[in-house]
């Protein structure tokens, strides 16, 4: 069964704070693995498609990265306007829907 | 840029009343997909559609159905409301339906009492 995780569950940040975001997967053949940002009541707002490992994307200040089993989320010196849940879903090759993971929940303190 | 709608925003229903869920994809998307947000949770996949087939099903109940239509525009309906049913329910649009984002709309909040 595919599963996704992701860690932490809440993560605290001063503003300018750096840090990561973990997302594990294990799917049978993955086909695309996706980040998205979900703000409070809204819908998911996509971020970054990774396809295969090694692959990395960045945008502003985030940078996603991809391994065989694992992505992680980069944010460098963030801002309060980062605070939201950043949620991390895998599509396989069988089929075209998404598997979220639990998300991790960003608060970014000025 | 277009983006995904979704209407209604808000549905307040009572207990074993029906529903009916629309979508309007991005221009030039033609595959739909639905999902289920409850409190605090991830969004869990209910069913996509590709050229107005249903293409994949999740973990949709038997009481709900949806079609796509010439359009592309998409309606989930949600029959025998139960409280549990209470959620945001989520519609993303993709084109082509392969290895590409999903882009989802604002979502419906629906309320059962």
């Known amino acids: 069964e595919d599963q996704v995780t992701q860690s932490p569950e809440a993560l605290r940040l001063q503003e300018g704070e750096s840090s990561s975001l973990n997302c594990s997967y294990t799917v049978s053949g993955l086909r695309g693995l996706f980040w998205y940002r979900q703000d409070p009541g809204k819908g998911p707002e996509f971020l970054f498609t990774?396809?295969?490992a090694g692959e990395e994307k960045e945008k502003e200040r985030l940078k996603a990265t991809l391994t065989k089993k694992e992505s992680f989320l980069h944010i460098t010196a963030p801002k309060p306007e980062d605070s939201a849940t950043y949620l991390c879903?895998?599509?396989?090759?069988?089929?075209?829907?998404?598997?979220f993971g639990p998300g991790t929940r960003l608060s970014v303190l000025p | 840029a277009a983006g995904v709608i979704q209407s209604p925003r808000h549905l307040i229903k009572e207990k074993r009343e029906t529903a009916t869920l629309k979508c309007y994809p991005i221009?030039?998307?033609?595959?739909v997909y639905w999902y289920q947000q409850g409190p605090g949770q991830d969004p869990q996949f209910l069913i996509s559609?590709?050229?107005?087939?249903?293409?994949d099903k999740g973990s949709i109940p038997d009481r709900f159905s949806a079609q796509q239509f010439s359009d592309y525009h998409s309606e989930l309906n949600m029959s025998s409301l139960e409280l549990g049913d209470s959620a945001l329910y989520f519609c993303?649009?993709?084109?082509?339906?392969?290895?590409?984002?999903?882009?989802f709309g604002p979502g419906t909040r629906l309320t059962v009492l």
């Open positions: 559609f590709y050229e107005k087939m249903q293409s």
């Open positions: 990774l396809y295969s």
């Open positions: 879903a895998v599509q396989a090759n069988y089929g075209q829907n998404f598997v």
């Open positions: 993303a649009s993709s084109p082509e339906g392969h290895r590409l984002a999903q882009y």
């Open positions: 221009p030039r998307h033609d595959t």
